[in-house]
């Protein structure tokens, strides 16, 4: 029998915040934050322009056109098994943007498993990016509540609840207590507990202004652990289909949150309870010259970056991969478009030295050398931390995407 632990550890956590030292402190570090802190705007004249992206889908019958929503579009689709009375009906979307998307997942993760909770930094009062909006007022504050600013206090607890069974969907910035913990968890056990119900909800990468503490793109350093899965969507309708995979999936999951689309990624979402698959990437344009991978908001950088270079070079077609998921990614989807182009360039934000790129460009090379025409081209931050004023110089842009396809053309 699992052990009904979720009311005295909610009391618990909740009394540590309440008190009278740390509330102090707890409020005016809030304050500040929330005073100092960018709700994910971009920078002026960064991630323009998103509002004519063919990457993301405008009208409901693009949206319910993706291949992995098949059957959402008529009556007859296999919903969730638990979807409850307050999930949308099968061919049914709204227009929403990222952040509202992952609410939505959250709100049908809470309404389908009456174990799950959702818990973090300020996420009762709907969270700094307003990611948990509404959620503690429609689901109560045991299951939907704050807890102090501990990264490790937030994770240990979201270990626990999740080894006796309940589906832990937490909040945090960084943390290397899902290391040590979390990823090993099933396996130093000897698979006698397990944490498959922890899903750590992390906002990453840059929005143009956020200086050295809110720009970071950590997905390598969880890359580098085996046991957990790492996921980072590009759009409201992958954010909403993957994070309900993840918050289901029986391992721990990392799933990043790119900032700048919270607000700036806008299409068509089906309302329905849905999920999209881990491990597996999405191709989404096809090409003949040259492979061109990223994830997350790169995505729309590599977007244009390719309108770009086909305009100028006549008859040029580039196959463009969303990866999705970091670990596992998905080598077969690549190796495939990688032995029909024989060219890959692919980019990221985070620095170059141990960045994933390095382990997609090792792998390609491993898999597909005699049928490479040229090395494997990398685009991505630099090996320098960086100042807030420097940011856009940092950041992989379209110049520099651009500039990689056409080196690799030219090889």
Known sequence: MRPNIRPQLCRRI???????????????????????????????????????????????????????????????CSLHA???????????????NMFQAINEAMSI?????????????????????????????????????????????IVGFGIGMAS????????????????????????????????????VRMPCMAVGHGGHYHSQS????????????????????????????????????????PKILYRAAVEQVPVADYELPLGKAELLKEGKDVTVLGWGSQMYVLETAINQVEREVPGLTCELIDLRSILPWDAEAVVK????TGRLVVAHEAPRTGGFGAEVAATIQEKCFLRLEAPVQRVTGWDTPFPLVFEKFYLPGVARCSDAIKKTLDF
Request: charged share 20%; hydrophobic share 35%; with cysteine.
């Open 14 to 76: 909740l009394s540590l915040s309440a008190l009278p030292t740390w509330t102090n402190f707890h409020m005016q570090c809030r304050h500040q934050h929330r005073h100092f802190a960018s709700p994910a705007s971009p920078a002026e004249g960064f991630m323009q322009g998103l509002d004519t992206s063919k990457l993301l889908r405008h009208t409901r019958e693009q949206a319910l056109a993706n291949p992995e929503l098949q059957g959402l579009a008529t009556s007859t």
């Open 82 to 96: 638990s979807s409850g009375p307050n999930i949308g009906a099968p061919g049914d979307t709204k227009r929403v």
């Open 109 to 153: 993760a809470l309404s389908t498993d009456e174990n799950a909770v959702v818990f973090g930094e300020d996420v009762a009062f709907g969270g700094v990016f307003r990611c948990t909006m509404g959620l503690e007022a429609k689901f109560g504050k045991d299951r939907v509540f704050n807890t102090p600013l501990t990264e490790q206090g």
């Open 164 to 199: 006796v069974g309940h589906t832990a969907v937490c909040e945090i910035q960084f943390a290397d207590y899902l290391v040590n913990e979390a990823a090993k968890y099933r396996y130093r056990s000897g698979a006698q507990f397990d944490v498959g119900g922890l899903t």
């Open 218 to 257: 950590p997905e390598a350093y969880f890359a580098h652990t085996p046991g957990l899965k790492v996921v980072v969507p590009r759009s409201p309708i992958q954010a909403k289909g993957l994070l309900l995979a993840s918050i289901r999936d029986r391992n721990p999951v990392m799933f990043l949150e």
């Open 337 to 340: 478009s990688v032995n029909k």
